[in-house]
């Protein structure tokens, strides 16, 4: 299950990493809504954050073209550049990566990364690359992103982008080569270190380990209804589903009592939440469910 963390309850005995994905596409015209299934990562960075030893790797994604950037900044990825990179396919990357990430802390122990965005697109991307390669992300890896938690820490900021932060909180440093995984990776080290006063214990919000989705995905659910579900044991999206399933009865009006009673959400927040759990449910399985 996904874990919520605070000052009080840190992720026990775990070792925390930044890092960092670049993608790319096969096909021209990236769609607005990114889908990992679509894209391909090309670009790795992983820095633990004690020793700050880092692992940092191209990726071949052995397409047969590859798209131009669908935004100036971004690098051209082609097979020349990949070949001149030493870039090789993640099924290598991907035991190299595991490799690193064991070797600090006691075997079987909780891994953090956490990156900007995670949830979005690098926790999602990193399960299908490891699917393309039939293998599967171990359990005790948690995934924290911290761009709900820079929200909440770094009030009214005009934009939430890295590169819009780091220019706005570290104004006496600069940022200039954004969108390469490791630089990224170190930008996003600084602004964790501000957010959280050097002490990782702080950091508050929800760790979900792979295969699972975080209840912030889910449109109206924000950090505070997230934390409500927690203290009532429901910690991602797929709990939330198997509960409208087996004890509401995919009804919405049931699903909304439950959040009230049991969540003590107010009935405005409950009746959106409830509704929307209900579409990603027709969305992912075809189900009709009733009002």
């Known amino acids: 299950m996904a874990l919520l963390v605070n000052s009080t309850k840190p992720l026990a005995n775990g070792e925390y990493f ?77 035991h190299d990566l595991l490799c690193f990430l064991q070797q600090f802390g006691n075997v079987g122990a909780p891994v953090a990364l956490i990156s900007h965005g995670a949830f979005l697109l690098d926790k999602r991307m990193l399960e299908v690359e490891f699917a393309r390669c039939n293998m599967i992300i171990p359990s005790n890896i948690y995934f924290f992103d911290t761009l709900p938690y820079f929200r909440r820490v770094f009030r009214r900021q005009p934009s939430y982008s890295l590169k819009s932060l780091y220019r706005a909180i570290m104004p006496t440093k600069s940022f200039e080569n954004h969108h390469s995984a490791l630089d990224d990776v170190l930008a996003l080290r600084d602004l964790v270190h501000v957010a959280c006063g050097g002490n990782l214990h702080q950091l508050v919000g929800c760790m979900c380990p792979p295969y699972l989705t975080p209840l912030q995905t889910v449109k109206f659910i924000g950090h505070q209804k997230e934390m409500m579900m927690f203290k009532s044991g429901i910690s991602c999206v797929e709990e939330l589903i198997l509960l409208c399933a087996k004890r509401c009865y995919m009804n919405e009006n049931t699903l909304c009592k439950y959040l009230q009673n049991q969540c003590h959400i107010e009935r405005a927040s409950a009746l959106k939440v409830a509704r929307q759990i209900l579409i990603t449910v027709i969305k992912q399985c075809g189900t009709t469910a009733c009002g």
């Open 18 to 94: 930044i890092f960092d994905l670049e993608v790319v596409s096969g096909t021209e015209g990236q769609p607005k809504i990114i889908e990992a299934k679509d894209n391909h990562i090309w670009d790795i960075a992983v820095q633990h954050l004690a020793t700050h030893t880092t692992f940092s790797a191209k990726v071949d994604p052995q397409l047969p073209t590859y798209a131009k950037p669908p935004a100036a900044g971004l690098r051209h990825v082609t097979h020349e550049f990949l070949h001149s990179s030493g870039a090789r396919p993640f099924s290598q990357i991907a």
